[in-house]
């Protein structure tokens, strides 16, 4: 994502007071000492940074999936979706809780082959097998 984002950062220092609540929860909830771009173009809107916040923390915290394995889905999602700061910002994560370049390049091997097989049967629409089919 080369070029200028199309509103400009809002930084620690500038931002208002709801925002600062957020940007100080970002930081001790991932236990760091800075905010990252995203968030500060999202501070245009406190509203829309707070909802964004409130939700990925709770869609991204440990579950039924561990944190790895959600950081991959989204790493694979981003790439898909040709985000580039998403997809740099989880690999981070994802290599931060563990991952190794081997996962990662699977995981591209497999983001690829999925896009191509979708794309196949998206534009030959073969009728979904009947052993696919959800069991009442």
């Not at 620690?12 to 173009?41: C, G, H, L, P, S």
């Not at 990925?56 to 580039?84: F, H, Q, R, W």
Request: aromatic share 8%.
């Amino acid at each position: 994502m080369t070029g200028k984002p199309l509103v400009p950062l809002i930084e620690y220092e500038m931002a208002d007071e709801a925002v600062r609540a957020v940007y100080d929860d970002i930081m001790a909830t991932r236990q760091v000492d800075w905010v990252n771009n995203f968030w500060k173009v999202l501070a245009h809107d406190p509203a829309v940074l707070k909802r964004t916040w409130e939700t990925i923390k709770e869609v991204m915290a440990p579950g039924a999936l561990d944190p790895l394995v959600k950081e991959m889905i989204y790493i694979a999602v981003s790439a898909t979706n040709g985000c580039e700061y998403c997809t740099y910002s989880h690999t981070a994560s994802a290599r931060k809780l563990g991952m190794s370049e081997a996962q990662m390049m699977e995981l591209l091997a497999v983001v690829g082959m999925a896009n191509q097989t979708n794309r196949l049967a998206n534009a030959l629409r073969p009728p979904v097998d009947v052993q696919f089919e959800p069991r009442p």
